[in-house]
């Protein structure tokens, strides 16, 4: 297992006319040196469940052509 430390990135999420501040993390599912899996999640607090708009999310590949 490998991981490297980075900072999660910071977000204004405005839903139902609040605004609110959301932490942003990307994370790289990998096995045998291949990328298995890409997704983003988007939390505050320690959970990413606890609020109306956290989670996980998919991620786009913009160095790929849509199929």
């Known amino acids: 297992m490998a991981q490297a430390f980075a900072p999660p990135g910071e ?3 405005k839903l139902d006319g609040t605004a609110e501040r959301g932490k ?3 994370r790289l599912y990998t096995y045998d040196g291949q990328i298995l899996l890409t997704a983003a999640r988007l939390y505050q ?4 469940f606890q609020n109306a708009w956290g989670g996980f999310a998919s991620v ?7 199929t």
């Not at 607090?45 to 990413?48: F, I, P």
């Not at 786009?60 to 849509?66: I, K, N």
């Open 60 to 66: 786009r590949d913009l160095s790929r052509p849509l």
């Open 45 to 48: 607090g320690r959970d990413e």
């Open 24 to 26: 942003t993390d990307v």
């Open 11 to 13: 977000r204004m999420i």
